[in-house]
């Protein structure tokens, strides 16, 4: 399974960006998926998860109702649509899979798969 995420760039405080994850060598459906981030000298983190079938979701605080995860399975993509942004969303963005279909949790460990992270710069 390889995961290609594309969509990242410089926006503005107050702007809107939606990245994208494109799933291939793998069918969609089976895989529940997430996106983190890693802001410079910091951590990488949980932004947000959607189960295989995109009725579980879970959202991290930090973001909950500014972006939204979005999935569809025919066309092996997933998405986030960011609103809103922040100076402090500023950070790589990273797909990420997992072969629990269910999972919506933050835990890395269970994501056996990753893309290779896009950049989203927020200016002010």
């Known amino acids: 399974v390889q995961l290609q995420a594309s969509g990242g760039g410089l926006v503005q405080v107050g702007g809107s960006l939606r990245l994208s994850c494109a799933l291939s060598g793998g069918t969609l459906s089976s895989y529940a998926m997430a996106w983190f981030r890693q802001a410079p000298g910091k951590e990488r983190e949980f932004v947000a998860a959607?189960?295989?079938?995109?009725?579980?979701?879970n959202i991290a605080d930090s973001v909950k109702g500014r972006f939204a995860i979005s999935r569809d399975n025919a066309k092996n993509m997933v998405w986030l649509q960011m609103n809103s942004l922040k100076t402090e969303d500023t950070a790589v963005y990273y797909c990420?899979?997992?072969?629990?279909?269910?999972?919506?949790?933050?835990?890395?460990?269970?994501?056996?798969?990753w893309g290779q992270g896009t950049l989203v710069t927020v200016s002010s």
């Open positions: 959607l189960g295989w079938s995109g009725t579980m979701k």
């Open positions: 990420t899979a997992t072969e629990h279909p269910y999972y919506t949790g933050a835990s890395e460990a269970m994501y056996a798969y």
